[in-house]
């Protein structure tokens, strides 16, 4: 694949404000002019709906059968979004990639180097990696007034694992944000911080 476009990723445990950035990063960019998409995991594909109808039912699933789930999904997602939207040299702004599956499955006792290994065979890698960063209670405490919850992801001890894992990830495509600041101030440092790597890209300079 001719890579043309770039992959930023938005990433966080429940309740960090994935979607509220990753929609804002998308209505900038296109403000701009740059042919942006966004796309999110679990996909709307089947087995991203499979996920969802899963996840109501805690402990129908082994992690390695969740793995095994989100590796489906993410190859779907991979075939018919990202990498179509990277060839066409198009900006994909993505909620959730397989950071996510490290640190979720992680948290639940495997091998989160396996994983990485596992996505990255046939997952392109994100040119940035927003990592939204909030105390689990805190996160908890702003998604209590949605009507339908995520039993299996959920569970304030876990996500305190999951958030431990996130504030892993290191290198010089994550930036890590404070997720309990303003979020306009937040919604400026990342889109000033994806400027900043798309005018390195020969493709937007």
Same mark, same amino acid.
């Given at each position: 694949?001719s890579?043309?476009?770039?992959? !930023? @990723? ?5 309740g960090?404000?994935?979607? /509220? ?17 966004y ?10 709906? %499979? ?8 402990? &129908?699933?082994?992690? %390695? ?6 590796l489906? *999904? ?15 040299? +198009? ?6 990639? =397989?950071?996510s /599956? !490290?640190?979720?499955?992680?948290? +639940?006792?495997? *091998? ?5 290994r596992?996505? %990255? ?12 960063? !909030? ?8 998604i $209590?007034?949605?009507?339908t ?7 304030? $001890? =876990?996500?305190?694992? @999951?958030?431990?894992?996130?504030? $892993? ?13 303003? +979020?306009? *101030?937040?919604?400026?440092? !990342? ?11 020969? $493709?937007? &300079?």
């Amino acid at each position: 694949m001719s890579r043309k476009g770039a992959l !930023i @990723v938005i990433e966080g445990i429940d309740g960090a404000g994935k979607s /509220t950035q990753a929609k804002s990063l998308l209505r900038k960019l296109r403000a701009k002019g740059f042919r942006a998409v966004y796309f999110r995991e679990p996909s709307r594909g089947k087995w991203g709906r %499979e996920l969802k109808r899963m996840a109501r039912r805690a402990g &129908s699933l082994t992690p %390695e059968q969740e793995l095994e789930l989100f590796l489906k *999904d993410r190859r779907e997602n991979v075939e018919k979004n990202v990498r179509p939207a990277l060839a066409a040299g +198009k900006i994909i702004v993505l909620d959730r990639y =397989y950071f996510s /599956t !490290i640190a979720y499955q992680g948290a +639940k006792g495997l *091998d989160g180097d396996r994983i990485r290994r596992l996505n %990255e065979r046939f997952a392109p890698k994100p040119d940035l990696v927003f990592i939204l960063d !909030i105390k689990a209670g805190e996160g908890l405490a702003r998604i $209590s007034g949605r009507k339908t919850k995520d039993v299996l992801f959920e569970r304030e $001890s =876990y996500l305190a694992k @999951v958030r431990r894992i996130f504030l $892993s990830f290191r290198g010089a495509r994550f930036v890590h944000i404070d997720a309990c600041r303003d +979020k306009r *101030d937040i919604a400026r440092q !990342i889109y000033n911080k994806a400027m900043l790597i798309l005018a390195k890209k020969p $493709s937007y &300079s």
